[in-house]
């Protein structure tokens, strides 16, 4: 962020070494973004995938579907509130549910490594099919591969979903205009410091529970209750901060946040500040953003706050004409800072 | 195969250590088929996935879509005739045109490992498109992760696909029947042969090629022969020995094969017994096998032959009511041996 103000908003960050994969490629930040830019969108150049959503909507004999996939390589295996199979299936179904799609169905792909253990597959496989149960999707088809220990870490899963897309429902980031609202469906950096606690041992381990959860019904709930939703988005890799500067590029517009509007738990808030992270760049695996016409925001928060994944759900922020495509946030102390995407990896292999 | 003789017929192979994943587990064989019984089907019960075809057909608005999902970690990355994107495209592809699917979309999933050259990337990105542009099918979502160097293997790509059944196709394992013809629509073993030169470094490298290749149209071509067809399958993973004792395992028949009849180039024969492989059990990329009305197997043959990829197709074998589910092959010797499912693990990530 400093390197951004210092270079006066127009100069990205400098990259370091591209001859090869660094981990700042998978963080959901700037590295990710440059390598859908510059090698992927330039590759793969279907109309659909030019969206950058987090689905495809695709027409099939008249049916608007959306299909998404995921791979998870979550490190621990095993955290409070969900595991590597939880994660696996809520993630999936939430890429379809931003794209205000019902999720219907579920691939499941497992590339496992030599000598895990039976047992913990066995957990794995139970969490995947429980969160579909839970979800009402279901798990249709699937593949196992095995190699060499030491040329996986236990255990990779990737999701693939297919859902179906309400007749006349059209979501995207580019649609978000200045005066829209923005809305938070509760509080930010959950996930993310729990996966930290657990890796490091941490004393607020135990504090933390990630938030792992399917938002779709969450989606539907609000879709009944406003027809001018913009967009949503599931605030991942790269958190809050990522998910934003992502709406506010595609559609080119500011947005403006109001700091304290963001609800942070404060055990998480707390571990930030010992840790320094910002809890607006952890990720979140339960959590929606979304960007509604003004007129309707009080109303669809009210509907949020009557589902259980939407308590404490809140008006955040105000898309503005200006800066483009800045995201800035009027802090607690009166002053303005700009909350720039992740340039690096504050954390590798969250989700 | 000797296992299974002394034992007469009943008593399952000795299975290894089953308290962790064993390589074996990912082979396609005997270890995987007892992971899919004990462990996913039991966890798993969603009917599509019971049928355990390569893909699911499901209904979404009254239109019957198939959707599958395939992981590749094949190594060395890059082969000749072909390298793991081409390989990522064609598998899932076939595992949709098995279903008699039209190939429409595909998702393409990244697990990328620190360190991978981006050059590697960038060939294989393309290789992924060029093999989806003359399929005709178009990638419309992603993702991309990264792990640290040395917990993953450069690479790793999970394909979805989705395709769309014609109006009442019905094609399923368990709908062979006594009498049915067995027809193949080329050499086998030329995949697995590949990669285990380049992998060995042996001598025969250059002279065998992968048969990696997208068998949709020859589906299409062979559908319109004849509306007869029980199903198709691709022998990947096991080889033709594994796919036939799917096939034969599911509708509670025999499979009678010719030796003769079995297409196997010189320089593949000749690897195999240079290293004691059975052609049988080695992979294929590019290689259908399909069941059919033995009125119409003489017309279907034509039409196979009349494609570029089953030039040199054959009826292999003919479906017998018994020994029931066993696989056997009169040999060029005149003598009757049984082709047993895959025991073990002939040779770990193929595909």
Excluded at 12 to 30: E, F, I, M, N, W
Excluded at 93 to 110: E, K, T, Y
Excluded at 294 to 301: G, I, P, S, W
């Amino acid at each position: 962020m400093t390197e951004r103000l210092e270079a006066g908003f127009s100069c990205p960050a400098p990259l370091a070494d591209r001859r090869t994969v660094l981990l700042g490629h998978g963080s959901g930040g700037k590295l990710s973004a440059e390598l859908v830019r510059d090698l992927f969108l330039p590759a793969f150049r279907h109309p659909a995938l030019a969206c950058l959503n987090d689905q495809a909507i695709v027409e099939v004999k008249g049916c608007r579907l959306a299909f998404t996939t995921d791979s998870f390589v979550v490190k621990p295996l095993f955290f409070p509130g969900g595991d590597i199979g939880t994660l696996a299936v809520h993630g999936t179904i939430n890429d379809l549910a931003m794209g205000g799609a019902q999720p219907l169905f579920l691939s499941v792909a497992l590339i496992l490594e030599e000598g895990l253990p039976m047992e913990s597959l066995r957990r794995i496989v139970a969490s995947l099919q429980q969160a579909a149960d839970r979800a009402g999707v279901g798990i249709v088809t699937g593949d196992t591969k095995v190699v060499e220990k030491g040329s996986g870490d236990g255990i990779f899963i990737t999701t693939s979903g297919i859902g179906v897309v309400p007749d006349g429902l059209m979501l995207s980031a580019d649609l978000a205009r200045p005066g829209d609202s923005v809305l938070l469906s509760g509080s930010i950096g959950d996930h993310g410091m729990t996966i930290l606690g657990q890796r490091e041992g941490l004393e607020f381990e135990s504090a933390v529970r990630s938030d792992s959860a399917a938002l779709h019904t969450l989606v539907a709930d609000m879709l009944a209750a406003s027809d001018r939703f913009r967009c949503f988005r599931d605030p991942t890799r790269g958190g809050l901060a990522s998910a934003l500067n992502e709406i506010a590029a595609s559609a080119g517009v500011g947005i403006e946040l109001e700091e304290p509007s963001i609800p942070v738990r404060e055990e998480v808030r707390g571990a930030c500040e010992l840790l320094g992270l910002d809890p607006m760049y952890v990720a979140n695996e339960g959590k929606l953003v979304a960007i509604v016409d003004a007129a309707d925001a009080d109303r669809v928060v009210d509907v949020m706050r009557a589902h259980p994944l939407g308590r404490f759900a809140r008006r955040i922020g105000t898309v503005r004409a200006a800066p483009s495509p800045v995201v800035t946030m009027r802090t607690t102390f009166g002053t303005t800072r700009i909350v720039d995407m992740l340039a690096g990896d504050q954390l590798p292999r969250i989700c």
